[in-house]
């Protein structure tokens, strides 16, 4: 059942808007950072997030997790394929 939420979780994510005012999703954000693309002002100069009217006030946060939480997971998958 829990994979089953998490995939449903992911799924979700990769279709809700995080940069509202630019209409940018959440699966757009994670493509540009799986390229490696991993600061918000690069984000910004490769899909133009945080361009639009707020001038990134409402997702400058959210994207700054996205990375910090990326980044986390690249660092748990490296630790975990060298013990494999
Ligand atoms: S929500 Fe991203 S620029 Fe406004």
Known sequence: MRIILTSQRKLINNFKKVCICRSITGGTIMAAMSEGVLSFEALRRKIR?????????RCRPKIEAMIQE???NQKTS???SAVH
Not at 49 to 57: D, E, F, I, P, S
Request: charged share 35%.
């Open 78 to 80: 490296v630790k975990t």
């Open 70 to 72: 990326f980044k986390e």
């Open 49 to 57: 997030v945080g361009t639009g009217n707020c001038k990134a006030k």
